[in-house]
């Protein structure tokens, strides 16, 4: 098993350029979210999603979009990118019993200029 | 406002001796507390839990004691081994709508276990 996987590792946008995050897990696994860690912030839930074709918000989804079109993979969408959005993403996924739980995947370092 | 906090960003150990690691919380319908360890360009990983009806739980070397009445968790790391070197996040959950639970994290402290 992979686990949950996200690409890219790195990413350098300019302001105003919107771009996707990737994720997917093969554990199949109904929870899956996203989370964005800041210094001296913790791990933040920006969207989540309980199963295909059923999304949430977080604590802090301004400026982000998911969908969830399978049970494998929910991406992440910034619309136009602000050096606010500079942090680390994270995706994580659970079974819907054990959301506290959560599988991680190493996560993409986001740069906004 | 901050429902899980780690006060310590930083902890330095020797190697063989104890880490302690804490965490305070201001939500009581918390009913769920977790460890998690962060090692560098990797995801954090879930490393021990105990329930709000337990004041400890214990996985080798890795002990959880939770003092509800004063709303602290604290983690226990006893002999520390360089390997436990990371950063420690404390998470709290609580029942949220669906049947699920809601995760808090803390800010996470670094631990550097020195050989």
């Known amino acids: 098993n992979a686990g949950v996987t996200q690409t890219p590792k790195f990413q350098v946008l300019k302001t105003g350029q919107s771009m996707t995050l990737q994720c997917a897990q093969d554990m199949n696994h109904e929870y899956m979210s996203w989370y964005r860690q800041d210094p001296g912030m913790g791990l933040r839930l920006i969207h989540y999603?309980?199963?295909?074709?059923?999304?949430d918000q977080g604590e802090v989804p301004n400026g982000y979009n998911v969908s969830r079109s399978t049970t494998e993979d929910f991406p992440l969408r910034l619309l136009s990118a602000a050096p606010s959005q500079t942090s680390v993403y994270f995706c994580?996924?659970?079974?819907?019993?054990?959301?506290?739980?959560?599988?991680f995947g190493p996560g993409t370092r986001l740069t906004v200029l | 406002d901050q429902q899980v906090k780690q006060n310590s960003p930083s902890l330095s150990v020797q190697e063989g001796r104890i880490s302690i690691l804490n965490c305070d919380y201001t939500?009581?319908?918390?009913?769920?507390f977790l460890w998690y360890k962060k090692y560098p360009a990797e995801g954090p990983t879930f490393l021990i839990s105990i329930s709000s009806i337990k004041d400890k739980n214990e996985d080798g070397r890795f002990t959880v004691f939770l003092n509800k009445s004063a709303k602290h968790l604290s983690l226990h790391i006893v002999p520390s081994q360089p390997g436990d070197s990371a950063v420690y996040f404390c998470?709290?959950?609580?029942?949220w709508g669906g049947g699920y639970q809601k995760v808090t994290f803390g800010t996470g402290t670094k631990l550097q276990v020195i050989p």
């Open positions: 998470a709290a959950s609580t029942p």
């Open positions: 994580a996924s659970s079974t819907l019993g054990s959301t506290d739980t959560q599988y």
């Open positions: 939500n009581s319908m918390f009913d769920y």
């Open positions: 999603s309980v199963g295909a074709g059923i999304t």
